[in-house]
C-alpha cells in the first residue's frame, strides 16, 4: 500500500527540485537581460507554503492508498503543467521577473486564461492532497495558497501593465 504513495510523493518532490534548477537558470537569464523582479517580499512566504504542503503530503500520505480519479486528476494537470512550461520557454520561473517592452505572451495555454501556471496550481494544491484522502488538507492549504496568488496575481498584473507602458 505505501509504495504507490512514495513512489509518487518521489516524483513530485523530484519535479519540484527540478523546477527550483530550471526556474533559477531562467531567472539568472532573465536579470541579465534587463529583467526586473516584482514581488519579492512575498516569494519567501510562497517557497515555505509549498514547502509546507509537500512535507505535509510527505508526513500524512505516504502510508495512504491513492484514488484513482484524484490521481488522474493529478496527472492531467501536470500534462498541462508542461505545457506552461513549453509556452513560456525561459521566461518561465517561479519568480515574478518582468522583462521591460517584451512582448506579453499569449499563446497556448494563455490563450485561454491570463495566468494558466496558478489554474494549474491550484488544482495541484486540491488534487495531490485529496489523491491520498487528505480532504482537510486539502482545504487549508487550498485557502492558504489563495491568499498567496491574491497578492501574486496583483503583483503580477501590475508588473505586466507597467512594462507595457
Known amino acids: ?13 523530484l519535479q519540484r527540485l527540478a523546477e527550483l534548477v530550471h ?3 531562467n531567472t539568472r537569464a532573465l536579470l541579465a537581460k ?7 517580499e512575498h516569494y519567501p512566504f510562497m517557497v515555505v507554503m509549498h514547502a ?7 508526513v500524512f500520505g505516504f ?3 491513492i484514488n ?9 494537470l501536470q500534462l498541462l503543467r508542461v505545457w506552461v512550461l513549453a509556452t513560456l520557454g525561459g521566461r518561465w520561473t517561479t519568480r515574478i521577473i518582468v522583462l521591460p517592452k517584451a512582448p506579453r505572451i499569449v499563446s497556448g495555454p494563455y490563450r485561454l486564461f491570463s495566468h494558466p ?3 494549474i496550481v491550484v488544482g495541484e494544491i486540491a488534487a495531490l492532497p485529496l489523491a491520498f484522502g487528505l480532504p482537510l488538507f486539502a482545504l487549508v492549504f487550498s ?22 507602458l
Not at 1 to 6: D, S
Open 1 to 13: 500500500m505505501m509504495l504507490p504513495a512514495i513512489a509518487l510523493l518521489t516524483f513530485v518532490t
Open 23 to 25: 526556474a533559477k537558470r
Open 34 to 40: 534587463g529583467g526586473r523582479e516584482v514581488g519579492a
Open 52 to 58: 509546507a504542503w509537500l512535507v505535509g503530503l510527505w
Open 63 to 65: 502510508n495512504q492508498p
Open 68 to 76: 484513482p480519479f484524484w490521481f488522474g486528476v493529478f496527472m492531467i
Open 117 to 119: 501556471n496558478y489554474v
Open 143 to 164: 485557502i492558504l495558497n489563495a491568499a498567496m496568488l491574491t497578492m501574486r496575481i496583483r503583483a503580477e498584473n501590475r508588473a505586466l501593465r507597467d512594462a507595457m
